[in-house]
């Protein structure tokens, strides 16, 4: 008859086995990795939220950073979303009109070029080094007064291998930790590999959206399963280190 899992004891070595000084060297990375992912998330929040005009995160805020407004040039979206804290409603009224009647160079030298050398060339130029579109002349707003399109792929590439490296040397550094945990095989596997499935699907999605503004959900789907998997790891981990039960001294 076998013996049921709650009453047999956990196999191999597991956080019940641990001295003080190993719980708390694990448990101060744990907080760490947790403290910085919230941050990760505020940050992609604070980054992402506007794309569609609309102060809130939505599904359609990603269709846009990876798809594109289609219906409108890149200038215009961004002036609609991201950049609009940087502009009052006149000066990003006559610019949007400016790109709806052509976006032409007299227009552009008669009606916007003073609120664009203003208010976006200071940090939109070669010499701010930060590495944005320039908007210093005609040809570099040209340039971005285009359809708008979403991310290009070159963009897509260089941060989906930084993505995908950085974030598969913090999954692999909390998986082992959470290795110790003393769970179910299959629950311990599942959670030890469902956010690598998660983050690959995540990345892979930001090409499909970049096909299809459909995909959208699935980007954030994946993210929320990733969360929730890193959030399971930690979580069980320091209730397993600080609130479980501890391993019996062996007997004499």
Partial sequence: MPVPYSTGPAPGRTFRDMDVAERL???AFLL?????????????????????GNPHLSVTDIAYTYYGNRSGTR????????????????EAGRIVAWLK???DEAGYEGK????LGRRCAPCHSPASGMGLPDLTGYAGVHAVAQVDTGASLAS???ISHIHMFGIGLVLFALGSVFRFADLRPALKSTLLILPFAAIALDVLTWYL??????????????GLVLGL?????ILISLYQMWLGRRARPASP
């Fill in 209 to 222: 959206t970049k096909w299809d503004s459909a995909f959208a959900v699935v980007v954030v789907a994946t």
């Fill in 25 to 27: 060297f694990y448990s």
């Fill in 229 to 233: 998997s890193i959030a399971a790891q």
């Fill in 75 to 90: 200038l215009e979206a961004a002036i609609r979303g991201p950049m609009s804290g940087y502009l009052d409603a006149d």
């Fill in 32 to 52: 760490l990795m947790g403290v910085a992912y919230l941050m990760a998330t505020f940050f992609l929040y604070a980054s992402h939220r506007n794309a569609d």
């Fill in 156 to 158: 897509l590439v260089r």
């Fill in 112 to 115: 916007v070029a003073d609120i």
């Fill in 101 to 103: 009647s052509g976006g």
